[in-house]
């Protein structure tokens, strides 16, 4: 399993673009990256995978340059209800034997 | 809602009591996953069954640990002889064979142990 670094927290303003930002230099030729979002006292919530370039869903974007040693999950114009920790995860999503390993992700705090 | 339900949402109990969580999934998903997970960290994986077959459990399941998932339908997670060490969180997620990457959770049952 590759292993990921990403900041422990980060503080934005409502209405602001977020860019969260994650290494993951060890990145295998069939792994792929895959965010979760948790609110606190849940589960985490699945927000988003790609493999390369550029992914885009009603939730956010993912941005993975050609050498894909990095990626940078983006959340378009927070809210206060964007507070949450963001887990970014690398894996072979199609090997039947992984499992995901989480960090401790970051906590993302969204101020008025 | 996922569409993945625990029960009980909370429980409190006294050192050395037995407890029993229920997780039941998705319908058409085939693995299901237990987490545990304490203010602070990530989920750590504690096991996971594809169908009725438990394929994986991490060191961390002492032996008072065991969990079931009877049909491959629900699953339960017992813990025996609860210590104070044993407060936290406990997650249930499913997926399908082969997205195993994208789970889907429960809201968890938060364990005291008094």
């Known amino acids: 399993l590759a292993k990921t670094t990403q900041p422990i927290s980060m503080d934005s303003y409502e209405g602001q673009e977020v860019n969260i930002t994650c290494s993951h230099n060890?990145?295998?030729?069939?792994?792929?990256i895959t965010w979760y979002q948790q609110f606190p006292s849940q589960g985490p919530r699945f927000i988003i995978q790609g493999y390369k370039t550029k992914v885009t869903n009603e939730v956010a974007s993912l941005f993975i340059p050609a050498d894909r040693k990095s990626s940078t999950l983006s959340l378009p114009r927070v809210s206060l209800s964007d507070t949450a920790v963001y887990y970014c995860l690398v894996g072979d999503t199609m090997n039947r034997d992984d499992k995901i390993i989480f960090g401790k992700g970051t906590r993302l705090h969204i101020l008025p | 809602d996922t569409g993945v339900s625990q029960d009980p949402r909370h429980k409190i109990t006294k050192r050395g009591q037995n407890v029993t969580f229920r997780c039941d999934p998705i319908?058409?998903?085939?693995?299901l996953y237990w987490y545990r997970q304490t203010l602070g960290q990530g989920p750590e994986f504690l096991t996971y069954f594809q169908n009725e077959a438990q394929l994986e459990k991490s060191r961390l399941l002492s032996d008072r640990f065991s969990a079931e998932r009877p049909k491959g339908s629900f699953s339960t997670l017992e813990i025996q002889r609860t210590e104070q060490g044993d407060s936290a969180m406990y997650l249930c997620?499913?997926?399908?064979?082969?997205?195993?990457?994208?789970?889907?959770f429960g809201p968890g049952t938060r364990l005291t142990v008094t």
């Open positions: 060890n990145i295998a030729t069939n792994d792929y």
């Open positions: 319908s058409e998903h085939n693995r």
């Open positions: 997620a499913s997926s399908l064979v082969p997205l195993a990457y994208e789970q889907y």
